[in-house]
Protein backbone atom coordinates (compact mmCIF):
# COMPACT_ATOMS: atom_id res chain seq x y z
CA UNK A 1 0.00 0.00 0.00
CA UNK A 2 1.61 3.35 -0.88
CA UNK A 3 0.78 6.65 0.74
CA UNK A 4 -1.99 7.47 -2.41
CA UNK A 5 -3.94 4.09 -1.23
CA UNK A 6 -3.89 4.95 2.25
CA UNK A 7 -5.29 8.16 1.34
CA UNK A 8 -8.21 6.43 -0.16
CA UNK A 9 -8.84 4.46 2.69
CA UNK A 10 -8.38 6.93 5.10
CA UNK A 11 -11.35 9.08 3.37
CA UNK A 12 -13.72 6.00 2.95
CA UNK A 13 -12.96 4.79 6.84
CA UNK A 14 -13.63 8.58 7.67
CA UNK A 15 -17.12 8.59 5.22
CA UNK A 16 -18.21 5.03 6.73
CA UNK A 17 -17.47 5.36 10.32
CA UNK A 18 -17.96 8.86 11.25
CA UNK A 19 -19.86 10.29 8.10
CA UNK A 20 -17.70 13.17 7.71
CA UNK A 21 -15.17 14.13 5.21
CA UNK A 22 -11.79 13.47 6.29
CA UNK A 23 -10.17 17.05 3.65
CA UNK A 24 -6.59 16.75 5.06
CA UNK A 25 -3.81 14.47 3.98
CA UNK A 26 -2.78 10.94 5.55
CA UNK A 27 0.31 9.68 4.76
CA UNK A 28 2.99 6.55 6.03
CA UNK A 29 6.04 7.88 8.06
CA UNK A 30 8.42 5.15 8.95
CA UNK A 31 10.06 7.61 11.54
CA UNK A 32 6.99 6.46 14.08
CA UNK A 33 8.83 4.27 16.37
CA UNK A 34 6.48 3.78 19.39
CA UNK A 35 3.11 4.67 17.66
CA UNK A 36 1.18 3.59 15.23
CA UNK A 37 -0.21 6.62 13.83
CA UNK A 38 -0.03 10.42 14.74
CA UNK A 39 -2.50 13.42 14.53
CA UNK A 40 -1.03 16.50 13.82
CA UNK A 41 -2.99 19.80 15.81
CA UNK A 42 -1.49 22.28 13.74
CA UNK A 43 -1.52 20.28 10.05
CA UNK A 44 -4.77 18.37 10.42
CA UNK A 45 -2.73 15.99 8.65
CA UNK A 46 -2.41 12.00 10.39
CA UNK A 47 0.64 10.36 9.94
CA UNK A 48 0.45 6.03 10.04
CA UNK A 49 3.40 3.74 11.07
CA UNK A 50 3.95 1.59 8.05
CA UNK A 51 4.82 -1.18 10.65
CA UNK A 52 1.09 -1.44 11.20
CA UNK A 53 0.60 -3.16 8.16
CA UNK A 54 3.82 -4.87 7.45
CA UNK A 55 3.95 -6.31 10.86
CA UNK A 56 0.70 -6.64 11.61
CA UNK A 57 -2.70 -6.65 9.21
CA UNK A 58 -5.45 -4.24 7.35
CA UNK A 59 -7.61 -4.91 10.63
CA UNK A 60 -4.82 -3.34 12.70
CA UNK A 61 -4.48 -0.77 10.76
CA UNK A 62 -8.00 0.22 10.12
CA UNK A 63 -8.12 0.31 13.79
CA UNK A 64 -5.51 2.30 14.31
CA UNK A 65 -6.90 4.80 11.64
CA UNK A 66 -10.46 5.06 12.98
CA UNK A 67 -8.57 5.75 16.36
CA UNK A 68 -6.40 9.08 14.65
CA UNK A 69 -9.39 9.81 12.74
CA UNK A 70 -11.26 10.54 15.88
CA UNK A 71 -8.94 12.99 17.15
CA UNK A 72 -9.35 14.59 13.41
CA UNK A 73 -12.72 14.93 13.63
CA UNK A 74 -13.52 15.69 17.57
CA UNK A 75 -9.81 17.94 17.33
CA UNK A 76 -12.04 19.75 14.21
CA UNK A 77 -15.43 19.63 16.00
CA UNK A 78 -14.07 21.98 19.09
CA UNK A 79 -12.94 19.67 21.42
CA UNK A 80 -9.86 18.96 22.62
CA UNK A 81 -9.57 15.04 21.24
CA UNK A 82 -7.18 14.15 24.13
CA UNK A 83 -7.46 10.58 25.12
CA UNK A 84 -8.59 10.73 28.39
CA UNK A 85 -11.90 13.01 27.44
CA UNK A 86 -15.62 11.14 27.72
CA UNK A 87 -16.10 12.54 23.54
CA UNK A 88 -12.92 10.74 22.67
CA UNK A 89 -13.40 7.29 24.38
CA UNK A 90 -17.06 7.53 23.81
CA UNK A 91 -16.34 8.37 19.97
CA UNK A 92 -13.66 5.62 20.20
CA UNK A 93 -16.13 2.97 20.99
CA UNK A 94 -18.40 3.62 18.89
CA UNK A 95 -16.88 3.63 16.12
CA UNK A 96 -14.34 0.80 17.14
CA UNK A 97 -11.42 2.47 16.99
CA UNK A 98 -8.33 0.59 18.28
CA UNK A 99 -7.23 2.14 21.97
CA UNK A 100 -3.50 1.49 21.61
CA UNK A 101 -1.34 0.73 18.30
CA UNK A 102 0.37 -2.63 19.21
CA UNK A 103 3.74 -2.70 19.89
CA UNK A 104 6.22 -2.95 17.11
CA UNK A 105 7.58 -5.93 16.75
CA UNK A 106 11.49 -6.28 17.60
CA UNK A 107 13.24 -7.07 14.52
CA UNK A 108 17.15 -7.46 16.22
CA UNK A 109 18.56 -10.73 16.12
CA UNK A 110 18.79 -12.54 19.45
CA UNK A 111 22.60 -13.10 19.86
CA UNK A 112 24.45 -15.85 21.24
CA UNK A 113 27.38 -16.24 22.73
CA UNK A 114 29.60 -19.03 23.29
CA UNK A 115 31.42 -19.53 26.65
CA UNK A 116 33.89 -21.33 25.92
CA UNK A 117 35.93 -20.01 22.86
CA UNK A 118 33.54 -16.16 22.51
CA UNK A 119 31.87 -17.17 19.16
CA UNK A 120 28.85 -14.97 18.65
CA UNK A 121 25.59 -16.36 16.77
CA UNK A 122 22.67 -14.01 15.75
CA UNK A 123 19.71 -15.81 14.85
CA UNK A 124 16.19 -14.80 14.19
CA UNK A 125 14.56 -17.13 16.54
CA UNK A 126 14.85 -18.73 20.18
CA UNK A 127 17.32 -21.49 20.42
CA UNK A 128 17.15 -24.23 22.68
CA UNK A 129 20.80 -23.99 24.27
CA UNK A 130 20.60 -27.31 25.65
CA UNK A 131 20.58 -28.81 21.90
CA UNK A 132 22.38 -26.72 20.23
CA UNK A 133 26.49 -26.09 20.85
CA UNK A 134 28.77 -23.83 19.50
CA UNK A 135 29.70 -24.83 16.08
CA UNK A 136 33.84 -24.59 16.11
CA UNK A 137 34.13 -25.59 19.97
CA UNK A 138 30.87 -27.73 20.89
CA UNK A 139 30.82 -25.39 24.00
CA UNK A 140 27.79 -23.98 26.10
CA UNK A 141 26.11 -20.61 24.01
CA UNK A 142 24.36 -18.18 26.29
CA UNK A 143 22.27 -15.22 25.39
CA UNK A 144 23.62 -12.52 24.78
CA UNK A 145 21.02 -9.56 26.90
CA UNK A 146 20.97 -6.24 26.52
CA UNK A 147 22.14 -3.89 23.47
CA UNK A 148 24.78 -5.45 21.85
ZN1 LIG B 1 -4.29 8.89 20.11
ZN1 LIG C 1 32.82 -22.11 21.08
Redesign the pocket.
Known sequence: MNDQELQILVENISLESFAKPFIHRAYFNRRLKTTGGRYHVQSHNIDINPKMLSEHSKDVLIGVIKHELCHYHLHLAGYSGKHNTLAFKRLLKTVGGSRYAPAPVDNRPLVYI??????TYRRKRKIDVKKY???????K?ELKTGDD
Open positions: CSHCGQVCGKCRGL
